[in-house]
């Protein structure tokens, strides 16, 4: 590199690194409405639980439909069309309770109440 680009790269590379002392004092507001990362956890899980998982649940049933209409006597799809039914009651099972089983867990662990809200 030629002396004048590092000359230009080195003040550029100068003016960031002061530019925040240049600035009296940076507010940056909280994007999320969620001011404890307990309820974003929280949020998320009644996302997965109550609204995602419903919808795949529904999409892997008509998957496992599909294997037993295209089965054609064949019992290894009917058997793996079986499993599919299965797993998915027993995700849905899991996730309607995910919500019970953090508080079994807090409860377990010995958490009490939530953290302080700023």
Do not use: H
């Not at 998982?53 to 529904?58: E, H, K, L, R, W």
């Not at 999409?59 to 290894?76: K, S």
């Amino acid at each position: 590199m030629t002396p004048r680009l590092i000359k230009i790269f080195s003040a550029l590379a100068l003016a960031f690194l002061l530019a925040p002392l240049s600035i009296e004092a940076i507010q940056i507001d909280n994007p999320l409405k969620y001011n404890t990362f307990q309820k974003l956890i929280e949020a998320i899980i009644k996302f997965l639980a109550f609204q995602l998982g419903p919808a795949v649940a529904a999409i892997m049933i008509i998957v496992a439909g599909y294997y037993f209409v295209t089965a054609a006597g064949d019992p290894e799809k009917i058997q793996t069309a079986k499993r599919i039914i299965l797993w998915t009651l027993i995700g849905l099972l899991v996730l309607f309770c995910a919500t019970g089983i953090i508080a079994l867990l807090k409860e377990v662990i010995g958490v009490r109440g939530s953290a302080p809200t700023p």
